[in-house]
C-alpha cells in the first residue's frame, strides 16, 4: 500500500490528468494576478482569520509545534477529501485548483503593488515548503478529477448494460486512490515540517 513504485506507476498513468491540474492551477493563477481587486473582496476576510489564527499560533509555548499540527491536519484532510470528493464528478477538484492558484496569484500581485520584495515571498516564504506542497495538492486534485471522469462513465455504463466493467474500474480506482492518498499525507507531513521550522524562521528574519 505504501509502495513508491506504485505511486509513481499510478502517477505516469495519470499523466493527462496531472498536465489538466497544472493547468487549472496556472489558470487560477493568473486570474488571480489579474483580478486582485475583485479578488480582495472576496478573500480578505478569509486571509484576515488565517492572519489571526497565526498571531495565536506564534504566541503559543511552542509555536513550530503549533504550527506543523494546525498547517499538516489542515492540509491532510484537505488534500484527502479532494481526493474521494472528485467522484462528484470531479467539480470540487476543479473548484479547489482554480481557488488556491487565484489565492497565490492574489497575494503576489498584492505584495508586489505594496511594492515589497517578490523574491524574498516566493524563495523565503513559498518555495521551501511550496516546492513539495504545492505538487501535491495538485497530484491529489489530479487524482480527484480522475474519480470524476470515472464517475461520469460509471453513470454512462449503468445505462448501457456495462456495469461489469464499470465495478473493474472502480476496483481499479479505489486501490490506487489508498496509495496516492498515503503519499500524499506523507508529502504534506514533510512540507508542513517545513513551513513550520525553515519558512517559519525565514519569514521572522
Known amino acids: 500500500m505504501l509502495s513508491l513504485r506504485s505511486f509513481g506507476a499510478h502517477l505516469k498513468r495519470s499523466q493527462a490528468y496531472l498536465w489538466t491540474a497544472v493547468l487549472l492551477f496556472a489558470v487560477g493563477f493568473g486570474l488571480g494576478m489579474v483580478n486582485a481587486d475583485f479578488l480582495q473582496r472576496i478573500v480578505v ?11 495565536k499560533l506564534a504566541q ?9 499540527t494546525f498547517i499538516f491536519f489542515n492540509n491532510a484532510i484537505k488534500g484527502v477529501l479532494i481526493i474521494y470528493l472528485g467522484i462528484l464528478v470531479g467539480v470540487i477538484p476543479v473548484f479547489f485548483l482554480i481557488v488556491n492558484g ?23 516564504g513559498l ?3 511550496g516546492i513539495i506542497e504545492i505538487p501535491a495538492i495538485i497530484i491529489a486534485s489530479a487524482f480527484g478529477i480522475k474519480f470524476g471522469v470515472a464517475s461520469l462513465r460509471g453513470i454512462g455504463r449503468l445505462f448501457s448494460g456495462k456495469e461489469e466493467r464499470g465495478a473493474r474500474e472502480w476496483g481499479a480506482m479505489a486501490k490506487s486512490s489508498l496509495n496516492v492518498s498515503l503519499w500524499i499525507v506523507i508529502l ?13 524562521h525565514l519569514m521572522k528574519g
Request: no cysteine; aromatic share 10%.
Open 60 to 68: 503559543s509555548d511552542n509555536p513550530e509545534l503549533s504550527f506543523f
Open 188 to 200: 504534506l507531513f514533510i512540507a508542513a515540517i517545513i513551513e513550520s521550522t525553515l519558512t517559519f
Open 127 to 129: 518555495l521551501p515548503h
Open 102 to 124: 487565484m489565492v497565490l496569484g492574489y497575494l503576489i500581485e498584492v505584495q508586489s503593488s505594496l511594492g515589497n520584495s517578490i523574491s524574498d515571498l516566493v524563495f523565503r
Open 45 to 55: 476576510d478569509q486571509l484576515r482569520g488565517l492572519q489571526e489564527v497565526s498571531s
